[in-house]
């Protein structure tokens, strides 16, 4: 999966900053490309102000960098499918371990193949109870 985006310098300045170890450059009105969760943390790390003789910010150290908008909308959306592909619900046959992807499944699975082995008099009673 492709996670990668552009990292705009808005600046006329050249912007030039230590990050993780390495010193990353990018150039006046131009761009990087940069893992997206590592272009995140960039832009939110901290940098000092940096000021002249007469007490005024020094425009060459602005940090004016923004993620493209399509790529962000891009990551974003492949790190939210992801996270939801994690957090499906599996519902297990602790008999056969077959699993299904809902409660009802999974219930016509075992009043199908399993009902001579259930034991407790409840989980009977909710199998029995299912319609087809």
Excluded: W
């Amino acid at each position: 999966m492709d996670l990668n985006c552009k990292l705009y310098n808005r600046n006329g300045f050249d912007h030039k900053e230590m990050f993780q170890g390495k010193e990353i450059m990018i150039h006046a009105n131009s761009h990087i490309v940069m893992d997206y969760d590592a272009a995140q943390s960039f832009l939110g790390q901290f940098t000092p102000v940096v000021t002249r003789k007469d007490g005024t910010t020094d425009p060459k150290f602005h940090k004016r960098l923004e993620i493209d908008k399509d790529d962000a909308r891009r990551c974003e959306m492949s790190l939210r499918n992801e996270l939801e592909e994690k957090s499906t619900k599996v519902f297990v046959c602790q008999q056969c371990m077959k699993e299904f992807s809902s409660k009802s499944s999974l219930l016509k699975h075992v009043k199908n193949n399993h009902m001579g082995q259930i034991a407790d008099k409840d989980s009977r009673e909710e199998v029995e109870d299912l319609d087809e």
